[in-house]
């Protein structure tokens, strides 16, 4: 069974994971906002590049 060392900091491989997949939803649900009419495309592109920035 191997097994990978983990250092003081780093998150597990599943945390970040659960993060990238929170991130992308975060995304499409803006991306469905934009398209009702609720954002502007540029209001929709700056929060799209903030989340983006988290990963």
């Given at each position: 069974m191997a097994h990978e060392e983990q250092f003081?900091?780093?998150a597990p491989e599943s945390t970040d994971q659960a993060h990238v997949q929170e991130i992308e939803d975060q995304v499409r649900d803006l991306a469905k906002i934009r398209d009702e009419g609720l954002l502007t495309?540029?209001?929709?592109?700056?929060?799209?590049?903030?989340?983006?920035?988290?990963?």
């Open positions: 003081p900091g780093q495309y540029e209001e929709f592109a700056a929060k799209k590049a903030a989340l983006l920035a988290e990963l």
